[in-house]
């Protein structure tokens, strides 16, 4: 079976523009949470979908949106790009949100660089 | 609010050595720990978890045990491999599972 996707793989932007990052879940899996990594650090959560509903949102800014769609696969968009944008965005699915400890499967991640 | 501190590396070991890695975690509710690896260019593969106090987490030779007294999570292993080169993060779930705060990272260099 097919893991988490993400694309691009790698993306370069200038300051002050707006991206869009794609990810598709693991088949079945109906949660899909955005981390943050940046170089030299541990991901930082940015939001959790789960069933395209917003279930858990980081200490992000309202620059940061995402949404979830009807097969739910997710989208991370992000405006008015700073240099301190520049990082690794992993997308991780799971089969649920609370309950037992639902496992998360990472993707391999888009590199950003904001110049 | 919920942290997770990791030793912070670099870790640097001759194969077959015994390696250990300090975790804490913050003590709010009643928290699910996790060990993930990333390898150079990969995103991250969980190698462990424990869901409660006492809980042993163990996957190819790695084991950590979930210590309500002491807060703790550590990572061991008693041997390692240059294939065990890679960054480890230790991390938490929060309240309602969904969300996980991770650790700074260790980055691990075995050399043959």
């Known amino acids: 079976d097919a893991g988490v996707t993400q694309s691009p793989t790698h993306l370069i932007k200038t300051r002050g523009q707006h991206v869009t990052l794609r990810c598709s879940p693991i088949?079945?899996?109906?949660?899909v949470s955005w981390y943050q990594q940046v170089l030299g650090q541990g991901p930082q959560f940015i939001f959790q979908?789960?069933?395209?509903?917003?279930?858990g949102r980081g200490n992000f800014p309202d620059r940061f949106s995402a949404r979830q769609f009807p097969n739910y696969s997710s989208e991370l968009n992000v405006n008015a790009l700073l240099l301190g944008d520049s990082a690794l965005y992993l997308c991780?699915?799971?089969?649920?949100?609370?309950?037992?400890?639902?496992?998360?499967?990472f993707g391999p991640g888009t590199r950003l660089t904001v110049l | 609010g919920n942290s997770v501190t990791q030793m912070e590396g670099p870790v640097t070991l001759s194969e077959e050595a015994f390696l250990t890695i300090n975790c804490t975690y913050t003590?709010?509710?009643?928290?699910?720990l996790f060990w993930y690896v990333q390898y150079p260019g990969e995103g991250l593969q969980l190698l462990l978890k424990?869901?409660?106090?006492?809980d042993k987490g163990s996957n190819k030779g790695f084991e950590a045990t979930y210590r309500k007294e002491t807060t703790s999570f550590h990572l061991e292993k008693g041997s390692v491999q240059v294939s065990d080169s890679a960054v480890y993060f230790c991390?938490?779930?929060?309240?309602?599972?969904?969300?996980?705060?991770f650790g700074k990272g260790t980055l691990l260099t075995v050399n043959p």
């Open positions: 003590a709010t509710g009643y928290p699910s």
């Open positions: 088949s079945g899996h109906k949660s």
């Open positions: 979908y789960y069933e395209k509903e917003e279930r």
């Open positions: 991390a938490r779930s929060g309240g309602s599972n969904y969300k996980l705060t």
């Open positions: 991780a699915s799971s089969t649920r949100t609370s309950g037992t400890v639902n496992e998360q499967f």
């Open positions: 424990a869901t409660k106090a006492d």
